[in-house]
Each structure stands twice: as structure tokens, then as C-alpha cells.
């Protein structure tokens, strides 16, 4: 369900529950239940879960805890000679602190929402059915109060946290129970592990690391509620808003976790634009993308190419088998690798992982919100390829497509354009496929931009690419390639990266595809290229030839066009010297950007960049509409060849 309202969570509404939320961290009061006290009995005595399993009861079973008094023992243990509370364990309280502030607030609004506020004034008159809505609701504000608060630490602390927490997760045990009885309960329960954890000797021996186990045992905190959110009844008030913290990025929206994607970079082989032989179109584009990447502004979380028009959150890489995608694919990564490493951005390589589509119902959908939510994350360039796309993204009309498909494109379309489609301009989805005639006619929409992968084309390119074969032979064993180099080509000189499009595209003037060239032949006659009159009855003319051509392909177009407007160089000093322009603020970097675009500009005539890009996209629409027909045409005719021969042989051996 989409969340089609928006809650502000006001700054003043939050003060007034502050002193709430500070009384829960000096003192809560919990009583184990047996199942918690009995976990894991059979340990050995220094067990992190006996030692919870064994905290001293007193009285009537209740124990009275401190999370401010353990971070105060904590301070002199660590750092006895230390008058101020060390800045680690300071912003750890202080952000327990805010989330449970917030946790109140999401919980009466709940309250409110959900009508349980009402049962609640009524409780001692409700009859069996009252009761247990009410007995239903109070589990249900429970489990989102616990939800929001664990949520909104991890948006306070993950950044400061340390980047691997594996040896803290190795240390941590789980939580042995959560309460949902009530929001009160909840709490409790949750303070009073999160308390008997930090007192652990074994858990905390650095200040650095109040901060990384408060984020895994808050991260585990959400699973358990991801685990148990099923059961819950009366979430509509739940799922169908969004709550927004005033003056900040920090929303919660439903039972989204976008932190849960917190996957490290996935390894690849280290490949250069140099090494990959022809694609001139495609190599030029990878270039492009990754100079706007990283344009993006980590502090006002914005990239100044979106607002300039030059920055495709979604694009596609199509041609034959064999043409260089996954090389492509490495090429892209290792550029931003690199120029992160040198500036000292935090990149993640996420690619589509090949296992997505799962055999149980609802699995593939699930896996692929796992996947996609990584993307929403604002604190580092990610550029997230989809290799064979159409194996994932296929045609979902076609015959035999598969339920889980269905659930992955879904989850994709929803993500990529609409309420959940939140892109800061930090990261990029690129498809690649050999087959883009099978990919889902709404995914493709969604691609903003598109080039072709078309390998070696020239003699200069077979050239090239048999003298990065050879020269490692030439490297070991000098004089062992005793062959004669061309004339008239210097290797490698049809590999350099283009200036910009217009050199690739200068031949680009008329359609080559049959029946989009007769089309446009015809509006030709009527308009001249340079009326936007012209441009109308071409998209009137095209949509009656390709039914499915829309506003949104027209949109696509306008996009490529934006971008061939931004098609400049950043200048090598930028990179050199990153405190010249990569470290600036937002709107340095944003006028600078567009001092360089209006110079760019005065060499270009927007007519024929127009034209251009209107020729290049509706080529590609008919060469995609018609592949698919020609290769089921091409495999008839084969077999139609192979009946014959084989009929031939078989009468002539007669």
C-alpha cells in the first residue's frame, strides 16, 4: 500500500515528551519471564546469555534499571580521569533520548488514528469484543513505538558507528525477549536488555563501542519486529501515512526499513575505459554518469545535475552477446571506486543479486524491497547494475513469466517513479541487457536513458582489440610477435573517450529504422525541423505506428536532451585539487556547474540536439518493438532450414 498522507512530527510537540522519555532512561523496571530466565541454561558461566538470564530479581520479581547510570559507570570504568561525559557515549544517550521521545509521539498518534484512545477511556465497560480490540491495538502501538525508536537511532548513529560491527555482532546474543503487551511493557523490556548488555564487561571496552553495539541491538530490535508485524492487526493507520520529523530527512513510513540494506560493496574485477574495444556511445555515457555521481552534495543530500537536467536515476546498456556489458559494468565501477577512494566518498557496488526470484509467494517482492532500499540510503554513491535484465524484468504478458517476476517488477516500478521513489541524485540503476525486446514494456519507460553496446565495429577497433591481446606477449617476451603494425593507425586512437555527443551522434540526422525514417520523411514535408509543430505530429504520427509510445517516452526524450545540454568535461583540476570544487558547498558547486553549461552551450544549436535525440530515442523504440518479432522470425526460418537439409540427407542416403 502506498502511503498517500504525510504527518509532520513537530519539533514542539516532541519537547513537551522529552521529560518522559529522559525518566524511561533512569529507571525502568522489568521482570523476566521463565523462558528468558531458563535461555540457555546449559552455558558455560561466562555466557553473555546467562548473564542476562541471570539478573538479580528482587522483591516481587521486578528489577530497576538505569541506562544513564550504566553510561555514567561506563565513563569510569573507560575513562576515569575524564570530567565530561565522552562525546561517544554522550551522543549515544543523547540519541536514545530523541528516538524515545519520538517513540511516544508515534505511539499517541497511533492512539489517536487508530481509535485506541477512545477504548482506552472506555476500558472498564467494554465488553468481550472491545477488549480484545483493545488488547490488539495495544500490542500493535507497541511493536511501531518500539519500531520508530529503534529506527530513529540508527538514523542518528549509523553514520558515527563503525563501518564494520561483525566482531560486535559476533559478541551479541540476540535479545532474549520483547514485550508487546503494552507500549509500557515494550519499553521496559527493551531499556532493561539494552542496560544489562552495556553493563557487560565484555561487551564494552571502548566508548566507540557504546556506539556500535547500541546500533546492532537496535538493528535486531527492528528484525524482531519485522518478524512479528505479521500478526498484528489494525495497522491501516499504520501503513497508509507517513510521519515526517520537522526540520529533518527522518521519516517513518509503515514497517520500511531502508537501513536493513546496509550491504558492504560487492567485489569485481578491476576493468578501464581503455580496455573495452569500440562502444564509443556506451563508454561516453559511463563516463558522464559518474563525474554527476559524484557532484552529489552529501550535506544539503542533493546533486546539483538534477536540477541542471543531467542526471538519469535510471538507464539502459543494450547489444549482441559478447559485446563488452559486463566489462562495461566493471569499467563503471572501478571509475567511481577510484576517484572515491581519492576523494574520499563512501561508494557502494550493489548489483542485482541472481538468486532475487524466490518459489514462495510474496518472497520475490520482499527480496526485491531488500534490495531496492539500499538505493534510498543519502550517505553514499551507489550505483546498483542489473546484469541480464531480462531475466528478472521480463515481459510479464509473455507467456510462462512467473509469478515471482511479476512481484519483482512490481516492487521496481513502484520504487523508480511514485511515492516510494525518493532518489537524492547519489545513486543509479543501470540495466543491461542482451535482449531488451523481452524486458517489460513499463520498466523500460522508466529508463531515462539508453545506449547501445556494440562491441568492435571498425577495422581500427579489431585492430585495437587484437593488440591488447598480443602486447602481453610483446611484455614478457619482446620480439616474440614478429608482425608488421598498419601503416597509417596509432593503437588505441579510436579508443579515446569522446569529447562529447555531438561527435558520436554528427551522423545521427534521419532515422535508420524503415518505418520510423518514413515517418519522419513524411512530417518533414509538412514542418521544418526547427517548428515545434514538427515535433507534435512526429509523436502523433509515432504513437499510431507503436501504440505504447506515451507522455512518458516524450519525457525520456526531453531528459536526453537535458543531458546532451550538460555534456561538458568537469575540469581536471576539480579532481586534482578536490577542495576546488568537489568540496564546496552545494550552491558554489551548483553555480560553477552552471557557468560551465552556459559556455558549453554557445557552441550548440538546440534544434539539431533536438533532432538528434528524438532520431536516436525513436530508432531505439523501433528497433526494440521489432527485435523481438525478427528473432522469432530468424529461429523459424533456422528450423525450416534444418527440416530441409535434414530431409535432403535423409533422401539421399536412401
Known amino acids: 500500500m502506498e502511503h498517500n498522507s504525510t504527518f509532520p512530527i513537530k519539533q514542539s510537540e516532541l519537547d513537551v515528551l522529552r521529560d518522559e522519555a529522559s525518566s524511561y532512561l533512569k529507571s525502568v523496571q522489568w521482570e523476566q519471564s521463565q523462558r528468558a530466565r531458563n535461555r540457555d541454561k546449559d552455558s558455560k558461566e561466562d555466557s553473555i546469555l546467562l548473564y542476562l538470564a541471570r539478573a538479580k530479581n528482587g522483591g516481587a520479581g521486578l528489577e530497576i534499571t538505569s541506562v544513564s547510570k550504566t553510561i555514567l559507570a561506563l565513563k569510569k570504568r573507560l575513562l576515569p580521569d575524564s570530567v565530561a561525559i565522552p562525546i561517544h557515549l554522550n551522543h549515544t544517550l543523547y540519541a536514545v533520548q530523541e528516538a524515545i521521545t519520538l517513540g511516544i509521539w508515534i505511539k499517541d498518534s497511533y492512539y489517536d488514528a487508530s481509535g485506541l484512545s477512545s477504548l482506552s477511556e472506555r476500558k472498564s465497560t467494554l465488553g468481550n469484543a472491545g477488549k480484545r480490540e483493545f488488547e490488539s491495538k495495544m500490542h500493535t502501538a507497541a511493536a511501531f513505538m518500539l519500531f520508530s525508536i529503534a529506527y530513529n537511532v540508527l538514523y542518528n548513529l549509523r553514520d558515527i558507528a563503525s563501518d564494520d560491527l561483525s566482531v560486535m555482532k559476533q559478541k551479541f546474543a540476540g535479545i532474549p525477549e520483547v514485550s508487546l503487551l503494552s507500549p509500557l511493557k515494550g519499553i521496559s523490556c527493551c531499556l532493561f536488555y539494552y542496560d544489562k548488555y552495556l553493563a557487560h564487561p565484555e561487551i564494552v571496552k571502548t566508548d566507540k563501542d557504546v556506539v556500535d553495539f547500541t546500533v546492532v541491538y537496535f538493528e535486531a530490535l527492528i528484525d524482531e519486529i519485522q518478524l512479528r508485524k505479521s500478526s498484528l492487526e489494525y495497522t491501516e493507520t499504520i501503513l497508509d501515512r507517513t510521519y515526517k520529523l520537522e526540520k529533518s530527512d527522518f521519516a517513518v513510513s509503515g514497517w520500511e526499513n531502508v537501513f536493513s540494506g546496509t550491504a558492504k560493496s560487492v567485489e569485481f574485477n578491476k576493468i578501464q575505459f581503455e580496455q573495452i574495444v569500440g562502444n564509443r556511445d556506451a563508454k561516453h555515457f559511463a563516463r558522464r554518469l559518474t563525474e554527476r555521481m559524484l557532484s552529489y ?312 540536439i533536438r533532432r538528434q535525440e528524438v532520431v536516436r530515442y525513436l530508432d531505439n523504440v523501433a528497433t526494440i518493438a521489432d527485435t523481438d518479432f525478427k528473432r522469432k522470425v530468424d529461429m523459424r526460418v533456422d528450423q525450416l532450414n534444418i527440416d530441409l537439409e535434414a530431409r535432403r540427407q535423409f533422401e539421399t542416403n536412401d
Open 297 to 608: 552534495d552529501f550535506t544539503a543530500k542533493k546533486n546539483p545535475f538534477q536540477e541542471l537536467g543531467g542526471f538519469m536515476p535510471v538507464f539502459m546498456g543494450y547489444g549482441i552477446p559478447g559485446t563488452g556489458k559486463s566489462m562495461l559494468i566493471a569499467a563503471i565501477a572501478t571509475r567511481l571506486k577510484e576517484h572515491c577512494e581519492h576523494l574520499e566518498l563512501p561508494f557502494l557496488f550493489h548489483p542485482m543479486p541472481d538468486t532475487l526470484i524466490s518459489t514462495f509467494q510474496g518472497g520475490s517482492a520482499e527480496k526485491m524491497v531488500d534490495w531496492m532500499k539500499p538505493l534510498q540510503d543519502p550517505s553514499k554513491l551507489i550505483f546498483a547494475p542489473i546484469d541480464d535484465a531480462e531475466n528478472n524484468l521480463q515481459e510479464r504478458t509473455a507467456q510462462g513469466v512467473s509469478a515471482g517476476v511479476k512481484e519483482v517488477i512490481g516492487v521496481f516500478l513502484r520504487y523508480t517513479e511514485g511515492a516510494y521513489a525518493v532518489n537524492y541524485g547519489n545513486s543509479s540503476i543501470g540495466l543491461f541487457t542482451n535482449l531488451p525486446e523481452m524486458l517489460d514494456k513499463a520498466v523500460i519507460s522508466r529508463v531515462q536513458g539508453r545506449f547501445k553496446i556494440d562491441g568492435a565495429r571498425s577495422e581500427n577497433d579489431f585492430l585495437d582489440q587484437d593488440y591488447l591481446w598480443w602486447k602481453k606477449f610483446e611484455k614478457t617476451m619482446p620480439g616474440f610477435v614478429n608482425m608488421d603494425d598498419p601503416e597509417n593507425y596509432k593503437y588505441l586512437d579510436d579508443q579515446i573517450l569522446a569529447k562529447n555527443m555531438g561527435e558520436i551522434l554528427k551522423l545521427a540526422e534521419k532515422p535508420t529504422e524503415e518505418r520510423v525514417y518514413e515517418v519522419f520523411d513524411t512530417v518533414s514535408k509538412l514542418h521544418e525541423h526547427d517548428d515545434h509543430t514538427f515535433y507534435a505530429n512526429l509523436y502523433k504520427e509515432i504513437q499510431k505506428i507503436f501504440p505504447f509510445f506515451s507522455s512518458r517516452d516524450v519525457r525520456n526524450i526531453q531528459s536526453a536532451i537535458s543531458l546532451r545540454l550538460t555534456d561538458f568535461d568537469l575540469e581536471d583540476d576539480w579532481f586534482e585539487n578536490p577542495e576546488s570544487y568537489f568540496a564546496k558547498d552545494y550552491d558554489t558547486k551548483f553555480n560553477m556547474l552552471r557557468e560551465l553549461m552556459k559556455a558549453n552551450m554557445k557552441g550548440l544549436n538546440f534544434a539539431d
